[in-house]
């Protein structure tokens, strides 16, 4: 048995889904203006402050692979851009907890969302393991890093994907795994970590997530 697949966290889990599968015909009537206010460098801090009372959360799939990325890299410090309500800050605290023990940064510009996400740790009796940042990625995760990162996970504004690992990149650990869902937004961070010569492997996986490794 796994901290994923028991009490408290597994039933957490089922809740927070199901919830988040809810909310889902209220997202998919957002305007047509969404994608443009997705794929902004300088207009996502509007377009996610609509939506600051969803969770958007990542699949169970997703979630569950993960779980999966971080034990099998015997992580022991991730990176989280983008916490919202924390259903994928669960899966990889799980991990760290499964693992022995280590240090999550995840950070989120909402403060609504990061009380709900640090109340969902709570409850799933992982927040010892979190650290909590909040603001804009592009600050947050300017400073205090630690000197070996082993795991990536960048699930904020599609935009700032690139930026963000600029910010992280010369702390990534060889072997390194970088998670990022919804990739597809953000085609310059795709050019980066697709091209050999920057010193990433990279392969779209599970439909729309790009897994990538930092080659050392």
Request: with cysteine; glycine share 8%; proline share 5%.
């Amino acid at each position: 048995m796994t901290t994923l697949t028991t009490s408290p966290l597994a039933p957490l889990l089922t809740r927070l889904f199901a919830e988040a599968d809810a909310a889902q015909p209220q997202l998919d009537q957002l305007g047509p203006d969404t994608m443009r206010l997705m794929r902004s460098k300088t207009d996502y801090a509007t377009f996610y402050g609509r939506l600051k009372d969803y969770a958007l959360a990542v699949s169970p799939e997703t979630g569950a692979l993960l779980y999966m990325l971080a034990r099998g890299c015997r992580a022991r410090t991730i990176i989280e851009f983008g916490t919202s309500f924390g259903i994928s800050t669960l899966h990889l605290a799980a991990a760290l907890r499964d693992n022995g023990g280590g240090r999550l940064i995840t950070t989120e510009f909402e403060h609504a969302k990061l009380v709900r996400a640090e109340a969902n740790l709570e409850a799933g009796d992982l927040v010892d393991l979190v650290e909590f940042r909040e603001g804009d990625a592009l600050q947050t995760l300017s400073k205090d890093l630690p000197d070996r990162i082993d795991l990536v996970l960048l699930d904020g504004a599609k935009a700032l994907y690139a930026e963000v690992l600029d910010r992280l990149e010369s702390r990534l650990s060889p072997g390194a795994l970088i998670v990022a869902d919804n990739a597809d937004h953000c085609p310059d961070y795709l050019a980066r970590v697709r091209d050999p010569a920057q010193g990433y492997l990279s392969v779209p996986f599970a439909g729309d997530v790009e897994l990538s490794m930092r080659l050392g």
